[in-house]
T-cell receptor
């Protein structure tokens, strides 16, 4: 069964600190893995998209990694800001398909 | 170039009424996807439409739910005889191509059934 699991479910850190969010997937055949940021009450916004051959991709203070062998991905946020408070969702795309398998997300809260 | 527009943002319906959710894709996008999100859960695929065609409705309940994307106008997700369990956030996304790598999401419609 195609599944995406994320951990932790929620995380609270102080402003300025770094954090890493985890994603494990069992999706086959794999096409790409995406990280989305979803602010409360808003639609998801794409942060990074990685294909099978990519190990790491950065977008400003966000750096995503992908290990296709172990089917794991992480999203690292450096020097967190209050505006980073949101849900971060790991999404895996099924090969040659439009189907996206969504994780439940990690709710990140940045405290001043 | 406005993004994906969904309306209404919030919709309250009594049990048994009909709910109509509208989605205007980004300019030039002919592929539309509808998702449902329950509280504290991930988005769940409902239906994929291309202009005037339903490509995949495997995620949409067979009863009471329907979707369309006419040649002119927005895509419509219609829920007939709503029940409390239909309460959720409904998101629409659009893309230029079937490969939705560059899919953009709307702000969602929050449906509350009372």
């Amino acid at each position: 069964k195609n599944q995406v699991e994320q951990s932790p479910q929620s995380l609270i850190i102080l402003e300025g600190k770094n954090c890493t969010l985890q994603c494990n997937y069992t999706v086959s055949p794999f096409s790409n893995l995406r990280w989305y940021k979803q602010d409360t009450g808003r639609g998801p916004v794409s942060l990074t998209i990685m294909t099978f051959s990519e190990n790491t991709k950065s977008n400003g203070r966000y750096t995503a990694t992908l290990d296709a062998d172990t089917k794991q991905s992480s999203l690292h946020i450096t020097a967190s800001q209050l505006s980073d408070s949101a849900s971060y969702i790991c999404v895996v795309s099924v090969d040659s398909n439009y189907q996206l398998i969504w994780g439940a997300g990690t709710k990140l809260i940045i405290k001043p | 170039n406005a993004g994906v527009m969904q309306n209404p943002r919030h919709l309250v319906r009594r049990r048994g009424q009909e709910a109509r959710l509208r989605c205007s894709p980004m300019k030039g996008h002919s592929h539309v996807y509808w998702y449902r999100q329950l509280p504290e859960e991930g988005l769940k695929f409902m239906v994929y439409l291309q202009k005037e065609n339903i490509i995949d409705e495997s995620g949409m309940p067979k009863e009471r739910f329907s979707a369309e994307f006419p040649k002119e106008g927005p895509s419509i997700l219609r829920i007939q005889q709503v029940v409390r369990g239909d309460s959720a956030a409904y998101f629409c996304a659009s893309s230029l191509a079937r490969d939705n790598t560059e899919a953009f999401f709307g702000q969602g419609t929050r449906l509350t059934v009372v």
